[in-house]
């Protein structure tokens, strides 16, 4: 079956440091991926997303590469804020119709900058 | 334009009580899904639709049961609580149909506690 499996957490950070959250998944077929942010006391929000080999998900200064051969999508950001403490999930959804766009997620990743 | 919003946010239950969690959307979504989050677990998918009047059982499905008796309402049920029910809940809806990479939009969630 699907699988993600994320970086083991808490990451703790100063700001303007450098952010990699490692993501490695397990699928059949071609899955789009997902990086998934949460703020205290709020729900999921999508950070970005990669539908194919090589797409590059980028928003917010957070990018994301669909690597197939290594079959990951790490996350990165050059340089945090404490605006982006929360927890970060990553995802994937198998392709095709009988998907029905269902999510599998990694554990989530617990991200906290100081300043 | 509310998004999704869940009812209610918080809830004590003692074991062996009943209660519905309701879900609304307002972005003409055709699929809709129930997710519980628990520490070091990510979030796991316990029922979805495709459709009004559609429900499909998910990874984690027993012991709660769904309806869709409206395109815009989800609605999630405990007839019997347990303890190992404590959890966060989440709603999420997509589009559907015609879209590729199935986009989620996330709910506030609702916290529940079984003693």
Known sequence: ?115 | NAGVTQTPKFRVLKTGQSMTLLCAQDMNHEYMYWYRQDPGMGLRLIHYSVGEGTTAKGEVPDGYNVSRLKKQNFLLGLESAAPSQTSVYFCASSLGTGEISYEQYFGPGTRLTVT
């Open chain 1, 1 to 115: 079956g699907n699988s993600v499996t994320q970086m083991e957490g808490p990451v703790t950070l100063s700001e303007e440091a450098f952010l990699t959250i490692n993501c490695t998944y397990t699928a059949t077929g071609y899955p789009s991926l997902f990086w998934y942010v949460q703020y205290p006391g709020e729900g999921l929000q999508l950070l970005l997303k990669a539908t194919k080999a090589d797409d590059k998900g980028s928003n917010k200064g957070f990018e994301a590469t669909y690597r197939k051969e290594t079959t990951s999508f790490h996350l990165e950001k050059g340089s945090v804020q404490v605006s982006d403490s929360a927890v970060y999930f990553c995802a994937l959804s198998r392709s095709g119709g009988t998907s029905y766009g269902k999510l599998t997620f990694g554990q989530g990743t617990i991200l906290t900058v100081h300043p």
